[in-house]
């Protein structure tokens, strides 16, 4: 018992640490902190898997630790991400009736408009000053009401928004649960997502929204287990309207519900969509929108693999290394079909390789994009509970060398470092591939 309380005080320090007094431009603080919480993690997982006395009171022990944990991060500020202040613009945007996809942050600096509340401190700390918002329905609705509950005080809007994603991740947690007891896959198999320091960290510490996605992906993947499809489309629906990425997994659901239940699924999906999105439909919204999404591929580059090999090997032979504008649409492109025939190559009429299938079609997309932040890995994590691969558990513990890009407030990509983070990834994937014939799913 003592070995428990130990542990679970040092995650609680290192989590206060992690969330509460580490910036951006402090990697080096960073790493020091985040290596023994992921070791701590990996430890306590192995416990519990070759513990099997009291396997259920350890596991609840360690889940009610993992919701502490998020807990505390409630209170903190995001201060490795800057996200939250383009949230609270769109939201004080929302809340005095202006459509936040309509114009440009500038346009309302220039005319001087909301000048109370859309301040130029604020304008100024925005890291996307020339883009439109590319932020979904259902996250516009939670950051208006934090910024209507707290119209003047970024800290407490923070709060109201994290505390929503507090409650996606209580809803995960118990989703998670019950859809490993349906699958009659190992309990212990949730701690991977309850204790991750990335999960924890990223979603509710630095505010991301891949929580309230993974809660509705997950929401959706129960309803289909059980045969709810209706209900699955609305909570699909929802995944979509938190963030996009959902789209790609469609495909996959043909070869369970046919083609003439997929297509009332899918109808069923764009109407909800379509009404989800009325409020912030008008003349601009669709070029607009669209104009961020082209940029998004475009132009922006972190952290990527496949993409930054094409651009070293343009640099040495063409000279030019500024290759994003043609190779991000290719990328997309052959992210697109290779998905397509992942749909007919997998056989997903078992729905227990469903998860598997959709691990394999998110990993091919963040293999191709030019962009990929930590939190992307929460996804795959989360994917990889219900199937045989811990790739992205790894993943999920050396994507943190891309934080190095921030290092003293240099804005320099370490390619040394990402190398090194892909280089790891892929032996252990290489390892898993080998080793997958002579495994079973544990059960």
């Known amino acids: 018992m003592w070995q428990k309380i130990l542990l679970s005080i040092l995650l609680l320090i290192l989590t206060i640490w992690l969330g509460y007094f580490i910036n951006q431009s402090a990697f080096e603080k960073l790493i020091i902190s985040f290596v023994p919480f992921f070791i701590i993690y990996l430890l306590i997982f192995h416990k519990i898997k070759s513990d099997v006395i009291n396997l259920s009171n350890n596991i609840s ?33 929302s809340t005095h009736g202006y459509n936040p996809f309509v114009y440009l942050p500038d346009y309302y600096i220039q005319n001087n408009i909301l000048s109370e509340y859309l301040t130029p401190e604020l304008y100024n700390k925005l890291n996307s000053k020339d883009h439109y918002t590319i932020y979904p329905p259902i996250l516009q609705a939670i950051f208006a009401i934090a910024a209507w509950l707290s119209p003047k005080n970024i800290i407490v809007a923070g709060i109201i928004m994290k505390f929503f994603l507090l409650l996606s991740e209580i809803g995960s947690i118990l989703l998670i649960k019950k859809i490993l007891q349906k699958f009659k896959l190992p309990e212990k198999n949730i701690l991977l997502y309850a204790l991750n320091p990335l999960i924890i960290v990223e979603i509710v510490g630095n505010l991301h929204f891949e929580g309230f996605m993974i809660f509705f992906l997950l929401l959706s993947l129960w309803f289909i287990i059980n045969n709810r499809f209706t209900l699955s489309a609305f909570a699909m629906a929802g995944a979509i309207a938190s963030k996009l990425l959902p789209l790609m997994f469609l495909p996959f659901l043909i070869a369970r519900l046919g083609w003439r239940r997929s297509i009332i699924y899918f109808l069923m999906i764009g109407l909800l969509l379509l009404a989800l999105f009325i409020p912030l439909i008008n003349s601009l919204f669709f070029e607009n929108f669209g104009n961020s999404l082209n940029l998004y591929f475009r132009q922006f580059q972190f952290n990527a693999s496949v993409f930054y090999i094409i651009k070293w090997f ?56 030019p962009i990929v932040h930590p939190w992307y890995i929460t996804l795959p994590v989360t994917l990889s509970l219900f199937t045989k691969w811990r790739y992205p558990i790894i993943w999920s513990g050396v994507v943190w060398l891309s934080y190095s890009h921030y290092w003293g407030g240099g804005f320099q990509e370490n390619y040394l470092l990402i190398v090194t983070e892909y280089v790891i990834v892929t032996l252990f994937f290489i390892w898993e591939l080998w080793w997958r014939p002579s495994r079973q799913m544990e059960h």
């Not at 505390?72 to 995001?78: A, E, G, N, R, T």
């Not at 056989?347 to 691990?359: G, V």
Request: glycine share 6%; net charge positive; charged share 15%.
């Open 61 to 93: 022990f360690w889940l009610g630790l993992g919701i502490l944990l998020r807990i505390v991060l409630v209170f903190s500020f995001p201060n490795l991400s800057d996200d939250i202040y383009r949230f609270y613009w769109d939201g004080l945007l």
């Open 314 to 369: 343009n640099k040495i032979f063409f000279g030019d290394a500024y290759i994003i504008k043609t190779v991000g649409p290719i990328l997309a492109m052959i992210t697109f079909f290779s998905i397509i025939i992942l749909t007919f190559i997998r056989k997903n009429k078992d729905l227990i390789f469903l998860p598997e299938s959709w691990l394999f079609a998110i990993s091919i997309y963040l293999l191709n994009t």
